[in-house]
């Protein structure tokens, strides 16, 4: 076993959470600790770091390429909603319906959107882009902390309709499905056990914050509602039905035309478009909107596309392979291991999906082997991908924060819990109803 190279595993991700931590950019964090991760393993660096093929620079371009066009049109599409003032029309009238008395109801709501958005098979950062600038004016509203809303968007988009939930169409299902040669609703049994499990847990820990917040007489906070000013809440809004419509018709494209290649683009331009003629009284300079969109898009692909850089050269030196053979000794039932190890590249990697790509590959022909039925196999994949996905240069994070205006400070921990540490209760179960023979 290598264990110098497997220390420059670790010191690598260190190294990346050092400069996230001291708040350096991760575009310029990941290539330097991926730079650590190939000084401790036999391997050409500048060819590792620069090539045209198996690099980093080609793992980042070729994110940018197949993701660049989905954040470009899904950044201009929130900033419509929010300058034009749609998504306080949005938030208003989901007030008017849970009420103001009960944030809680408010928080519940937003859960509930944000799940039924994922299982659609809306991507999770289209997602956030569309549902963020809607949340910001229901909190401010309500006056609760604007901390608090990592919890229901995550927990909506990010664990059981991405993982657990049979049938769930995200990348996440499909991956091992394709894999191996699975279904979509595989294991239903675990999936709805594990999902129910999962609703219940993040319904008691949103309560638990919320009125830890409460209680601490958090508020909204004054730096957090720049752009939606009391002018702002009291100027010409769109009506509720059309300020809603370019979601409805962004929904409907992808829901109704989903076996097309490339449908959510073509959704996105639809509803881009849209805006555009919808909201023109709203707004007397456009081109502002898409300016700020296109700008921010950028940012944001690259970032996230460099966290996956720096996971698929550090899982891809030689020696993650005594990683696999650590994994493979963990003792217990053996899809216990599968799952820590599908996780343990998760973290690796900050990427979810990038953990079950690497594990179908890599784990699942063990597993299989060992007897372990595939159904089983592809339901503890994606859960097991979603146990460390959640750490200081996740992609999804800094984004998050980003849009927010959050700091890593004031969303990693209930972020981790609301996905990972939901995701571990996930696998406690699997595990027990390995043990009792249900799985």
């Given amino acids: 076993m290598d264990i110098l190279g497997i220390f420059g595993i670790l010191l690598g991700i260190l190294t990346i959470i050092l400069f996230i931590v001291k708040k350096f950019n991760i575009i310029v964090a990941a290539p330097i600790a991926t730079i650590v991760v190939l000084l401790f393993n036999d391997v050409n660096i500048l060819e590792t770091v620069f090539g045209k093929e198996n690099s980093y620079m080609s793992a980042l371009a070729g994110f940018v390429a197949s993701n660049f066009a989905i954040f470009l049109l899904g950044s201009i599409l929130a900033k419509y909603m929010d300058k034009s003032g749609a998504t306080i029309s949005i938030a208003n009238k989901v007030l008017s319906v849970v009420g103001t008395k009960n944030p ?14 994922t299982y659609g098979g809306i991507n999770v950062f289209v997602i956030i882009f569309a549902l963020v600038p809607m949340a910001k004016p229901i909190f401010q509203q309500l006056n609760i902390s604007w901390k608090l809303v990592i919890i229901p968007v995550f927990g909506g988009t990010s664990t059981f309709t991405m993982t657990m939930l049979p049938g769930a169409p995200s990348l996440h299902n499909v991956v091992p499905s394709t894999a191996l040669g699975t279904t979509l609703t595989a294991a239903p049994f675990i999936g709805i056990v594990t999902s129910i499990a999962a609703i219940i847990f993040l319904l008691v820990f949103m309560k638990m914050m919320l009125s830890r917040s409460l209680r601490k007489k958090e508020t909204f906070e004054a730096e957090h509602s720049v752009e939606h000013s009391e002018d702002a ?31 959510i683009i073509v959704a996105l331009i639809v509803a881009v478009g849209l805006s555009a003629i919808l909201f023109r009284k709203q707004l007397d300079q456009q081109k502002e909107v898409l300016n700020q969109g296109a700008n921010e898009s950028v940012t944001s692909t690259i970032t996230t596309g460099s966290t996956i850089a720096f996971g698929s050269i550090a899982t891809g030196v030689p020696a993650f392979k005594g990683v696999f053979q650590l994994i493979q000794s963990i003792p217990g039932p053996p899809v216990l291991s599968l799952m820590i190890g599908t996780g343990l590249i998760g973290g690796i990697t900050a990427s979810a999906v990038g953990a079950i790509g690497i594990s179908v590959a890599n784990f699942a022909p063990y597993y299989l082997d060992l007897g372990l039925d595939p159904e089983t196999v592809h339901r503890a994949i994606a859960i097991g991908s979603g146990a460390l996905s959640i750490v200081p240069y996740s992609g999804f994070l800094i984004i998050f924060n980003k849009i927010t205006g959050l700091t890593m400070k004031d969303t990693f921990k209930n972020g981790f ?22 799985a």
């Avoid at 809680?104 to 959107?113: H, M, R, T």
């Avoid at 990972?420 to 009792?436: E, N, P, Q, R, Y």
């Fill in 104 to 117: 809680y109801n408010a928080l519940v709501a937003l859960f509930i959107i944000s799940a039924l958005l």
């Fill in 233 to 263: 809440m009291k100027r010409d809004l769109p009506p509720f039905l059309i300020s809603l419509l370019p979601i409805i018709v962004l929904l409907a494209i992808i829901l109704c035309f989903s076996s097309v290649s490339n449908i």
């Fill in 417 to 438: 819990i609301s996905i990972s540490v939901t995701h571990w209760v996930a696998m406690a179960v699997v595990v027990i109803l390995t043990l009792v023979g249900l």
